[in-house]
């Protein structure tokens, strides 16, 4: 029976010049679900491929000529042998033999097993046509005695997809069974079922205690496909990790790693199990699945920087990229890392390395002075790598700054760039090179006067001695540099106030970006004046110093601070009663007892609702409300009035921030 040839359809339209061959049975199962995906980019299928698929049945040319029609009748003929013939022949017709669903459907009760194993194979072949006989082939999976046609069924089913997604529960059940045969054939279907095998995973673990080593395999491979569905089957995969027989333990590892994070029990199993692993290429494999993983750093992490010392050039290299899925967790390896750059001169391995620096940001601090050294690297790009990567460690990677100065005439674009960047990523603490980046402002390269203009802003108000060059840029022909320019200036702030001519005139500009970014800058460069012409010093500096013109620690009723101090810093008003000083307008919602209004005081607008955008509710305390209403009735909601209003700042029991309003005051202006 399983000897039976057919010919499959697996041809990807009507222009493939593929041919097609004869294939036995476990192989036409096998290639079911090939079947089933291209059956829908099937059009019309010639007479040459039914032709060629029934001359595997010894058919003469008469034979080959065949309608569908004329084959769905031969399906009902007293003979078994021409009822097999025909549900071949029907398999070969893809799409076109739509009409032979319910007709091959009544075959799976034929009377004679070899038709009813030809008919599953046919409905298999089908695809998506035939996913009405899902329901019929899972009872024909739970009623046949035949193990040929049962395997034949299953594989239909698999075959189909998806859309037999119901079948997953009667495949589970098979699986208990003793014949390897048939758990293989389950184990594929529910492989073809897709995402909704997951409804069997604890079946498939179960039966990974099975004899036959070809389901297991078949197993761990469906459980590594539904990622991170298989979770459950984690501590059954990591007691394979002490199988005696490799294969096995690499099935299981590669199952674990397409689990991904939901298989972080099995790190510290896998960390030793690669400390005991002789062969790269399986050293190889749990490298991968360890960062594939990405989970429980501290078991994962040291075992993986020892592999930074292996012989091997592509273990060092995969153990680089998986250390680099880790993230900031992967700091305690900065120091492997860092004699792994310094001793290989594989260039390949060096990006690795220094790529997963990158990744771990600022716990890579340590790595600055080898990167430092790489900044005059012979190679163009690991002089670039090891800028870009001085960047990423950022503000702590200012030792560099020197040694990224220079690179900034480097002969390499690509260098000078990622250096600009670097140094502004360091922001302040790159205030050295500030000289440097204003003399590139005039660069021939649009991209490199950019990129000098961007750090300067990022340097921030340190940047003061590159004002002069930054007004310059403004009259740049390139809008990019110019805008970067603008945006600068707005950064540097009080500092820039010698800008703010040029910019109003950019404030009226065409370009409407331009004219907008120009306006911010005005804004920015004169609010940063206000703050700075306001402050007063301070008797010794402390976390109060910044807060608007609160100066005492423990307010009293009658000081007065600036609305936006208590906007940014709630925390350290908590527990106080304070007084907020502005002009003020609004009214006393009639839900959850929020007070609406709108507060002005100097440049700043602030208003109820955006306080409690930022977490701060301005709430009327329960006896008050009244005395609040008729306050706020007092006041025009088309007008400012001068008002103190008393608050008190806390946490609700939620944590949340809470202004309770107990007093509106008129004031003098």
Known sequence: MSDVFIQPIVTAGPSSSAKPRGVSLMRLMLAASVICAAASAVTVLTSPVRASALERLGDDDAAANKSVTEWIKDLKSPDAATRKKAAVALSGFGPEAKPAVAPLADCLRDSDADVRQAAAIAIGSLGPIAKSLVPKLIDTVKSEKNADVKQATMMALGALGPSASSAAGTLAEVLKENDPKLTQAAVKALGGLGASAKKAVPAMVKALHSNDADTRFGIMDVLGKLGASAKSAVPALTAILKDKDSETRMAAVDALASIGPGAKNAVPALARMLGAETEATERRAIIDALGEIAANPKAAVPALAKMLGDSDEEIRQATADALAAFGAGAKGAVPSLVKCLESTMDDETRIAVMECLQEIGAGAKGAVPALAKLLKDPDEEIRQAAAETLGAIGPDAKDAV??????LTDSDDGVREAAIGALGEIGANAKAAVGALARLLEDSDEDIRQAAAEALGAIGPDAKDAVAALTKALSDHDDGVREAAID???????????????????????????????????????????????????????????????????AKPDDVVELLALHSSPDKFDGQTIAVKGDLS????????????????????????????????????????????????????????????????????????????????????
């Open 402 to 407: 020197g040694a990224l100065t220079q690179a």
């Open 586 to 669: 609004g009214a006393l919602a009639e839900e959850k007892n929020q007070v609406r209004f709108t507060v002005k005081s100097g440049a700043t607008t602030i208003s109820g609702d955006q306080l409690r955008k930022e977490g701060i509710n301005f709430v009327a305390p329960k006896g008050q409300r009244e005395e609040l209403v008729k306050d706020l009735g007092d006041l025009s909601a088309k007008k400012f009035y001068p008002v103190r209003l008393t608050v008190r700042v806390h946490k609700d029991n939620k944590g949340h921030w809470l202004a309770s309003v107990s007093k509106i005051e008129p004031v003098a202006r």
């Open 488 to 554: 600068s200036l707005g950064e540097i702030g009080a500092n820039a106030k010698s800008a703010i001519p040029a910019l109003e005139a950019l404030a009226k500009s065409d370009n409407s970006d331009i004219r907008d970014a120009a306006t911010d800058a005005v804004s920015a460069i004169r609010e940063a004046m206000e703050v700075a012409s306001d402050k007063e010093p301070a008797a010794k500096p402390g976390p109060e110093a910044a807060v608007g013109r609160q100066r005492k620690p423990n």
